[in-house]
């Protein structure tokens, strides 16, 4: 099984998630929410990167836009040829993780703050 394949589609449904979760927020009513999307955005780490000759490395604090990469290495020459191949990178959404985790709390204090309690 070609395992950068197995990487990009695991980076495709974090991608997803992300979208999915901005998309939660964009039709929630809470406050900040600009502030919010934030999250999902920019809070991707830690990244998995497996590339075809070097294999699978594990980068902790390499952040991603959105949760996903790939990528072909290349050497300048082109009559060389190329060592390092395809390579795929996906990171675990910790800012999506951490909306959901929080987000019946933001509306629910949002509710409280309409209702003047």
Same mark, same amino acid.
């Given at each position: ?8 589609? /695991? ?7 992300? /979208? ?6 964009? &039709? ?7 502030? &919010?999307?934030?999250?999902? #955005? +920019? ?12 294999? +699978? ?22 009559? !060389?040829? /190329? #060592? #390092?191949? !395809? ?14 985790? &929080? #987000?019946?709390?933001? !509306? ?6 309409? !209702?003047? /309690?």
């Amino acid at each position: 099984m070609n395992y950068v394949l197995t990487f990009k589609i /695991i980076g495709w449904g974090v991608f997803l998630f992300n /979208i999915f979760t901005i998309y939660i927020l964009w &039709k929630s009513n809470i406050f900040n929410k600009w502030l &919010k999307m934030l999250l999902p #955005l +920019l809070l991707n780490f830690p990244s998995f990167i497996y590339s075809e000759f070097q294999g +699978l490395h594990f980068k902790f604090l390499m952040f991603q836009v959105l949760g996903r990469g790939d990528f072909v290495n290349y050497q300048p020459n082109p009559f !060389e040829e /190329i #060592l #390092l191949g !395809e390579s795929a990178l996906f990171s675990i959404p910790i800012g999506s993780l951490y909306v959901f985790y &929080k #987000l019946e709390n933001w !509306e629910r204090l949002k509710e409280q703050a309409d !209702e003047g /309690i």
